[in-house]
């Protein structure tokens, strides 16, 4: 009996190793919404593919697609961001928040909101041109997000909820393609080395 469930067991776990993505660690980022670990989880819209293991819950793809995680303001620019670029952004957001296969590209990070963040995972150079194709006509201030947004207008608020990010001085706001220049710079710039063409 318990050599029939040894073997009914090695045969489980043997076969564990031919599906692909479980190869990799199933492990949730040390961010600021992630779960500690994935599950089953009903997801809101474009992260749906995500909910069979997930690392984050239906309100954060809730608010992902709101614009209000993070608090940070796509529409910085007086042109409002146009809805296949923020598709992008989004797409991209459900994949940082909710994926549990990016445990080879984790990093320690020193952000007040994160102990770990991603680096260098591997995006097809075809992927990034149809994002940065997307986003060319759009309008934006400043090519690094991470580092140069205004959040000063926030500090009077006590909950923290109405920080948002805005042009820094002396800023102007242009397009995509003029201030990244082309796709590659763009992918590695806005998600400051999240990100890593292949
Ligand atoms: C598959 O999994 C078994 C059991 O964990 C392990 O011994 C074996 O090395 C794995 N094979 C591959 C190709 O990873
Ligand atoms: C999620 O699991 C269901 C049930 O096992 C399966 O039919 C579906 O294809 C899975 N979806 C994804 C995106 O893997
Ligand atoms: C902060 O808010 C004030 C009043 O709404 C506005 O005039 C000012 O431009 C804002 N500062 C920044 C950096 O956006
Ligand atoms: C893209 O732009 C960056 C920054 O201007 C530049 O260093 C890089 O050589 C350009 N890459 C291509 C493929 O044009
Ligand atoms: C953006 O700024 C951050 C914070 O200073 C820095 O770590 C990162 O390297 C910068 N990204 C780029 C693409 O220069």
């Not at 993505?21 to 919404?33: A, I, Q, R, T, V």
């Not at 989004?90 to 320690?108: G, H, M, R, T």
């Not at 060319?136 to 201030?141: G, K, L, S, V, Y």
């Amino acid at each position: 009996m318990t050599s029939l469930w040894l073997a009914a067991m090695l045969i489980v776990v043997m076969g564990r190793n031919f599906t692909g993505l479980e190869e990799l660690p199933n492990k949730c980022l040390h961010g600021k919404f992630q779960k500690k670990t994935s599950g089953p989880e009903e997801l809101y819209l474009q992260c749906s593919p995500w909910q069979n293991r997930s690392c984050c819950t239906y309100k954060t793809t809730e608010q992902i697609h709101n614009g209000d995680i993070y608090n940070f303001n796509f529409n910085h620019c007086p042109d409002l961001m146009s809805a296949q670029c923020k598709s992008r952004f989004v797409q991209d957001l459900c994949f940082y928040e909710c994926s549990p296969n990016i445990a080879p590209w984790i990093v320690k990070d020193t952000r007040t909101w994160r102990k770990e963040r991603f680096y260098n995972v591997p995006l097809c150079a075809s992927d990034c041109e149809a994002w940065f194709n997307d986003c060319a006509a759009d309008f934006t201030c400043t090519d690094n997000w991470s580092k140069n947004f205004d959040w000063s207008n926030g500090s009077e608020c006590t909950d923290g909820e109405c920080f948002r990010n805005s042009c820094p001085k002396e800023s102007k706001c242009m397009t995509f393609l003029e201030i990244y220049g082309n796709a590659s710079n763009f992918c590695e710039t806005v998600t400051s080395f999240n990100f890593l063409l292949t």
